[in-house]
């Protein structure tokens, strides 16, 4: 299962992302494409994530739901022979499979900007309590 993120909202893109870290792909690579926003002639298979109805992701949503609305698509587009079931992700019975090494770099990446953001927040109280 190959898919592309591409959202409006920074916050859902990541958490996508985190969700599907192991499913990430190029557009041109990509089986299907997941938005935040509706977007006309596509020659992808694409899904809309939204609050409203015509959504076909409803938020909020759960990993776990994410990953059997995305299987249940991927059978239905004939692609299902791809997609790793539920179960598989999250458990490793097998002794001989093991879990794939996490890829830290986002990870870093929104450590990195959430201390930063930390930081200016803090440097904005402490100039905020000394001009007073």
Same mark, same amino acid.
């Given at each position: 299962?190959?898919?592309?993120?591409?959202?409006?909202?920074?916050?859902?893109?990541?958490?996508?992302?985190?969700f599907?870290?192991?499913?990430?792909?190029?557009? +041109?690579q !990509?089986?299907?494409? &997941?938005? /935040?926003?509706q *977007?006309?002639? @596509?020659?992808k298979?694409? $899904?809309?994530?939204?609050?409203n109805e015509?959504?076909?992701?409803?938020?909020?949503?759960?990993?776990?739901y994410?990953?059997?609305?995305?299987?249940? +698509?991927? !059978?239905?587009?004939? &692609?299902? /022979?791809?997609? *790793?079931?539920l @179960?598989?992700?999250?458990? $490793?019975?097998?002794?001989?499979?093991?879990?794939?090494?996490?890829?830290?770099?986002?990870?870093?990446?929104?450590?990195?900007?959430?201390?930063?953001?930390?930081?200016?927040?803090i440097?904005?109280?402490?100039?905020?309590?000394?001009?007073?």
């Amino acid at each position: 299962m190959k898919i592309y993120i591409q959202c409006k909202s920074a916050l859902l893109q990541r958490s996508l992302e985190m969700f599907l870290s192991d499913y990430l792909s190029t557009y +041109k690579q !990509s089986d299907i494409v &997941l938005r /935040d926003f509706q *977007k006309k002639d @596509e020659t992808k298979p694409h $899904f809309f994530i939204a609050s409203n109805e015509d959504a076909d992701i409803q938020k909020p949503f759960t990993r776990s739901y994410l990953l059997q609305f995305l299987e249940k +698509k991927y !059978s239905e587009l004939g &692609l299902s /022979d791809t997609v *790793k079931t539920l @179960e598989e992700l999250e458990t $490793f019975t097998d002794e001989n499979i093991e879990p794939k090494t996490p890829n830290f770099d986002l990870l870093e990446k929104r450590i990195e900007l959430l201390t930063l953001e930390y930081q200016k927040n803090i440097l904005n109280v402490v100039k905020a309590f000394y001009e007073k």
